[in-house]
């Protein structure tokens, strides 16, 4: 079939708005319409070219909603009109590491996710003769795209598609990471390091589990009232306290009863190796855990002296959220629904796949939370 697509056909080049052959699924395959998709800054990472693993020509996109219009041969898990959203992390609940219950890093598909091609080793997606990549194994800047079942999370039907879309990536990795990675306790003091599309899900994800002192950092002042919209309860600009970050957060965290200070848990949302360091090292000696979302460039190293482990702080990495995508993006649908977490005032920017572009243009000038195409 011709479907409508915004595709990467260079680095570094603006998205091509152009129509695209997609051949229908395969076995244990489904065809999606996609109804909505937000654009997240791993698709600029490729796009722009930073990415050292970027194949191009691509069609990205990781954060879809959409319909199943087609089940391929021997699908069983969903069937056509189910709503489903896209994941980047799979959930076969067969391979060793979805066995382990220790990750959700299933590696069913890894291999040919990273290739840029569907499980069997090819593509569903073409121009004319010339193959185009997936990406991420889920390829939401079309509006159809075909994934493996595995790749799918069955969502309930009066959800709406351009808020839940967000959940297929920003919403389920900051509240997972909280959740999952973290589990943070009521109470707990912990500071967000970056207030975006991450980390302002992270703050809403630790008013949602009750920690006491919620401290947010981001050197852009304006975040400072998005921070409080979800729960942040302290901000520090780093730039504008005069004075070594680590020792004032540690301070911020002190206590009459306990005069050490330093957080009980951290989360780095901006994707700075340095960031990470302060984040660690703003943790509370003996217990504080400090968890890594944000991607550095490729090649780039953390550091820290070892004093800093030995003496009992933890450093963490989180992926997705630590979620198992079929079985916890439904329930986080569910949440939303129910109103438990909030969705709607973060999508700041909406458009038409015509006006993508304008999307990465928003992302750069920090203008955007996050921008969704509504197809
Ligand atoms: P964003 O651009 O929306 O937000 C980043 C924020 O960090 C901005 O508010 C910016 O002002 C702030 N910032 C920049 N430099 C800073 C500094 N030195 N000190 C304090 N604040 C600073 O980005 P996002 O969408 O929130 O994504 C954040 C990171 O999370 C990215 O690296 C992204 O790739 C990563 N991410 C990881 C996963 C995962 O599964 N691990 C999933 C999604 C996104
Ligand atoms: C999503 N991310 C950043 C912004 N939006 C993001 C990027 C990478 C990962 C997770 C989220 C990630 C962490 C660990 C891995 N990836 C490796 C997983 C594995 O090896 O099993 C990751 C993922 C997918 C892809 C590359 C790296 C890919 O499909 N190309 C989950
Ligand atoms: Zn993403």
């Known amino acids: 079939m011709q479907v409508r697509a915004a595709v990467a056909l260079q680095a570094g080049k603006p998205l091509e ?49 959409g319909v199943v219009v ?13 709503h489903v959203i896209p994941l980047y992390t799979p959930e076969c609940r067969q391979c060793p590491s979805c066995l382990s219950r220790k990750t959700n890093l299933c ?25 185009l990549h997936h990406y991420m194994g889920c390829s939401t800047f079309a509006n159809f795209t075909v994934l493996p079942e595995i790749a799918v999370a069955k969502i309930r039907e009066d959800a709406p598609f351009d808020k839940v879309c967000y959940i297929g990536c920003g919403v389920t990795t900051g509240i997972g990471a909280v959740i999952n990675t973290a589990k943070v306790t009521p109470g707990a003091k912990c500071v967000v390091f970056g207030l975006g599309g991450i980390g302002l899900n992270v703050i809403q994800g630790l008013r949602l589990v009750g920690a006491g002192m919620i401290i947010g950092v981001d050197v852009n002042n304006a975040r400072k009232q998005w921070g409080e919209r979800f729960g942040m309860t302290h901000f520090v600009n780093p730039n504008e306290i005069g004075r070594d970050l680590v020792p004032y957060l540690v301070d911020l965290t002190k206590s009459a009863a306990d005069a050490i200070g330093g957080a009980d848990y951290t989360f780095e949302c901006v994707g700075n190796v340095k960031l990470m360091r302060a984040a660690l090292e703003s943790c509370h000696r003996g217990w504080g855990e400090s968890v890594i979302i944000g991607v550095a460039g490729s090649g780039e190293e953390i550091a820290t002296r070892p004093f800093q482990l030995v003496t009992g702080r933890v450093w963490r990495g989180s992926a997705f959220g630590g979620a198992r995508g079929r079985t916890d993006v439904p329930k986080i649908v569910d949440w939303y629904m129910d109103g438990k977490i909030e969705i709607d005032p973060m999508i700041t920017h909406t458009m038409p796949l015509a006006d993508i572009n304008k999307a990465f243009d928003l992302m750069h000038e920090g203008k955007s939370i996050r921008s969704v195409v509504i197809y």
């Open 17 to 65: 708005l152009t129509e695209v052959t997609l051949d229908g699924p395969k076995a244990g395959e489904v065809l999606v319409e996609l109804k909505a998709t937000g654009i997240c800054h791993t698709d600029e990472f490729t796009r722009s070219g930073a990415d050292p693993e970027g194949l191009f020509p691509v069609i990205l996109g990781h954060e879809g909603a």
């Open 70 to 82: 087609e089940a391929g041969p021997g699908v069983t898990s969903v069937h056509k009109g189910d």
């Open 107 to 131: 590696t069913a598909i890894r291999a040919t996710q990273g290739q840029g091609v569907m499980p069997d080793g090819t593509s569903r997606f073409s121009i004319g003769r010339e193959k």
